[in-house]
């Protein structure tokens, strides 16, 4: 396998993270990065730091995969811009045949999916009912191709000390699909007060290891 420049330390961490499923278990118990600004840092100083947001959860997630010789792919959901809601990135695995997902949050929705899906819209479409506002507005609409994380050859991205902020833009750059037309979206009912209690579970506090 190539060397992307690991440390041992780094390689037995990722030698025993050998499944998604143990991936995704090693993110939900690292405290979620509050921090404000377009700063996102490679997985070797998310390890270091011990905080992590959704980019760096995927990029992260990418890297122990590629490490177990899955493709290293990620994509955006992209949400409405009226009324404005934030964008998504998950990992994106492939199990058997179908897909699945590796997703960093701090709620109680948009977390891991099983590789149970023939396709990558499939698997987008199953984030769709719980993607919406404290009002209920339901408000995913678009989605990337999936991104190879291998084609980016300017920065070692698993473990540079700069900001990675451009993989956020090239992610935005891409080709998106929509997954709804105008008279779906003017149908679309809000989601219940059940299910905006769920939303705002919180599994990190604000304030709990910042950097």
Request: charged share 35%; proline share 3%; hydrophobic share 35%.
């Amino acid at each position: 396998m190539k060397d992307f420049g690991y440390t041992e330390k780094e390689k037995k961490l990722f030698r025993k993270l050998n499944t998604p499923q143990k991936i995704q278990d090693y993110l939900n118990k690292l405290p979620f990065n509050f921090r404000e600004g377009c700063v996102f840092s490679s997985p070797r100083e998310v390890i270091k730091r011990g905080t992590v947001d959704c980019l760096e959860g995927a990029l992260l997630a990418s890297a122990i995969l590629e490490f177990h010789r899955h493709k290293p792919l990620v994509i955006d959901l992209r949400s409405s811009a009226k009324p404005f809601d934030y964008d998504h990135i998950v990992a994106v695995f492939k199990q058997y045949g179908c897909f699945g997902a590796i997703s960093k949050t701090n709620h109680a929705v948009l977390r891991y999916r099983e590789p149970i899906y023939k396709t990558v819209r499939e698997l987008v479409l199953s984030y769709f009912h719980e993607y919406y506002l404290e009002d209920g507005t339901k408000t995913l609409r678009e989605y990337s191709e999936s991104f190879d994380l291998s084609t980016i050859k300017n920065i070692n991205w698993r473990i540079t000390e700069k900001n990675l902020w451009e993989i956020h833009e090239k992610l935005d750059e891409i080709k998106h699909y929509k997954i709804l037309f105008s008279k779906q979206i003017k149908n679309l009912r809000k989601a219940d007060e059940i299910e905006l209690k769920a939303t705002r579970l919180e599994e990190y506090r604000k304030g709990v290891r910042l950097i």
